[in-house]
């Protein structure tokens, strides 16, 4: 067995001040993007293995114990849808040839009906249809001898029933919409 001896401190144990010599500071240059570098690629390939493991529970469909099971979402609720009414060809002769000639198919018109009656006006006008959509116009020179021309007209079968009730006892006219 060695036995230490403890030698007590004296100054001239201590080895003597070396000095540094002067040298200017290393500049090392791109060390900021390899840090950066070397930084993105750690979180890469944690963010990869992440990914990759939810990937794989979701396709096995692993829930744990604690986890409810996904339900699929409500189906959307709808409004109950009214029936579009089913659009008939109306023939209406209208009074005034020279409005007529203004019309277009496509255009859109209120039919008005004014009672006539051989002694004179006989009651207030009335709009027989709304917002009735042309379908066809005479051609040039399809006109009755008393003004009057033929149009026809694209409305559901109830307005073509007034349209056709109105067309016997009032002269029409249209205005456009």
């Given at each position: 067995?060695?036995?230490?001896?403890?030698?007590?401190?004296?100054?001239?144990?201590?080895?003597?001040?070396?000095?540094?010599?002067?040298?200017?500071?290393?500049?090392?240059?791109?060390?900021?993007?390899?840090?950066?570098?070397?930084?993105?690629?750690?979180?890469?390939?944690?963010?990869?293995?992440?990914?990759?493991?939810?990937?794989?529970?979701?396709?096995?469909g692993v829930a744990g114990a604690d986890d409810p099971v996904p339900q699929p979402p409500p189906?959307?609720?709808?409004?109950?849808?009214?029936?579009?009414?089913?659009?008939?060809?109306?023939?209406?002769?209208?009074?005034?040839?020279?409005?007529?000639?203004?019309?277009?198919?496509?255009?859109?018109?209120?039919?008005?009906?004014?009672?006539?009656?051989?002694?004179g006006p006989a009651g207030e006008a009335r709009v027989v249809a709304s917002a009735a959509r042309?379908?066809?116009?005479?051609?040039?020179g399809e006109t009755r001898p008393d003004g009057g021309a033929l149009i026809v007209l694209s409305?559901?079968?109830?307005?073509?029933?007034?349209?056709?009730?109105?067309?016997?006892?009032?002269?029409?006219?249209?205005?456009?919409?």
């Open positions: 067995m060695t036995t230490h001896s403890c030698l007590p401190h004296t100054p001239t144990s201590v080895p003597a001040p070396c000095g540094v010599p002067q040298f200017d500071p290393l500049r090392v240059r791109g060390g900021r993007l390899r840090l950066r570098r070397a930084l993105r690629r750690r979180r890469r390939a944690p963010a990869a293995v992440l990914a990759m493991t939810a990937a794989a529970l979701a396709a096995t189906p959307p609720v709808r409004e109950p849808q009214r029936p579009v009414p089913q659009l008939v060809s109306a023939p209406v002769r209208i009074a005034d040839a020279a409005t007529v000639r203004l019309l277009r198919p496509g255009d859109r018109v209120d039919v008005i009906a004014a009672p006539h009656s051989p002694a042309v379908a066809e116009v005479p051609r040039p409305v559901p079968r109830s307005t073509a029933t007034a349209l056709a009730g109105a067309g016997l006892t009032s002269q029409l006219a249209v205005t456009l919409c």
